[in-house]
């Protein structure tokens, strides 16, 4: 029997943002991998083998998920959201790509997921209904720099933009510091949404402005979106609407 690897994607929490593709490749699997607190959302089934390990150890996961697809076994391994975004399915191909060339030949399949941003998005109303980007504010795995020189262009060039990873107990500051640099390039009343959690029992969903933004209010569970200068927010009862609209001019960006 040839093995075969699934990269799942679970969705930011919801059990009804999990696709019908994703519950079955998770029910196909004789061996799930993952940091332990996605794992821990799918239900335990007799007989399938479960490997939960820490966040920080994405290429040992990796490595480990694939030898065991290698040696016939049809696995899973699990992404909260996407697997594509800031997540495992990276971490797969750059395994494959340094790992035994056996590994090349293994049947791998991606199953996508809904991405926080996405999740977060349409809580508020459609913040990205233009263009946007999204940047992860992790500075493990590149600089401080390189990622305020990202945050200078996109702000500059108009982009909506959606800050992954914003803090953890051990980059306590990065959140706090890209702000400021954002208020250099874009308006005080920016719009600003702070999504924690969402999909969960506790999940939050603040809207605020650019000067307003606090730092403090995120956690390693937050999505900030962070407007352009075309987003714009509709007040009504409750939650307000905010939206980024279709089209836009020189002047917008
Ligand atoms: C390592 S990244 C993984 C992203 C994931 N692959 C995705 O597509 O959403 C983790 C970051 O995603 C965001 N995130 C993940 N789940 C979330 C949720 N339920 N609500 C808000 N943000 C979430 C947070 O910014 C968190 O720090």
């Known amino acids: 029997m040839s093995g075969h690897l699934a990269?799942?994607?679970?969705?930011?929490?919801?059990?009804?943002?999990?696709?019908?593709?994703?519950?079955?490749?998770?029910?196909?699997?004789?061996?799930l991998y993952g940091y332990g607190?996605?794992?821990?959302?799918?239900p335990?089934?007799?007989?399938?083998?479960?490997?939960?390990?820490?966040?920080r150890e994405e290429m040992s996961r990796a490595g480990a998920a694939l030898a065991?697809?290698?040696?016939?076994?049809?696995?899973?391994?699990?992404?909260?959201?996407?697997?594509?975004?800031?997540?495992?399915?990276?971490?797969?191909?750059?395994?494959i790509e340094t790992g035994p060339p056996s590994w090349r030949a293994l049947d791998v399949t991606?199953?996508?997921?809904?991405?926080?941003?996405?999740?977060?998005?349409?809580?508020?109303?459609?913040?990205l209904g233009h263009d946007f980007c999204a940047l992860s504010l992790s500075d493990n795995l590149k600089s401080w720099e390189l990622i305020e020189r990202r945050l200078d262009a996109v702000a500059g060039a108009g982009l909506v933009i959606a800050l992954y990873n914003p803090v953890s107990r051990?980059?306590?500051?990065?959140?706090?510091?890209?702000?400021?640099?954002?208020?250099?390039?874009?308006p005080d009343a920016t719009p600003v949404i702070f999504g924690r959690a969402v999909g969960r029992t506790d999940e939050s969903i603040t809207v605020t402005t650019?000067?307003?933004a606090d730092a403090l209010a995120a956690d390693m569970a937050t999505l900030i979106?962070?407007?352009?200068?075309?987003?714009?927010?509709?007040?009504?009862?409750?939650?307000?609407?905010?939206?980024?609209?279709?089209?836009?001019?020189e002047a917008s960006a």
């Open 7 to 31: 990269v799942v994607g679970l969705g930011p929490g919801d059990a009804r943002w999990l696709t019908p593709e994703a519950q079955s490749a998770l029910d196909a699997a004789d061996a």
């Open 37 to 42: 607190p996605y794992l821990d959302r799918v």
């Open 44 to 55: 335990a089934r007799p007989g399938q083998g479960r490997h939960p390990s820490d966040n």
């Open 68 to 95: 065991q697809a290698a040696q016939g076994a049809r696995v899973a391994i699990v992404s909260g959201g996407d697997p594509g975004v800031f997540a495992m399915a990276a971490a797969i191909c750059e395994a």
């Open 110 to 127: 991606i199953v996508p997921g809904i991405t926080a941003m996405l999740a977060v998005a349409a809580r508020a109303g459609a913040p």
């Open 170 to 186: 051990a980059r306590p500051w990065q959140l706090a510091s890209a702000l400021d640099r954002l208020r250099r390039h874009l």
């Open 210 to 212: 650019l000067d307003a």
């Open 225 to 249: 979106i962070v407007g352009s200068r075309a987003t714009r927010v509709i007040p009504r009862p409750g939650r307000p609407l905010v939206y980024t609209p279709r089209a836009a001019t």
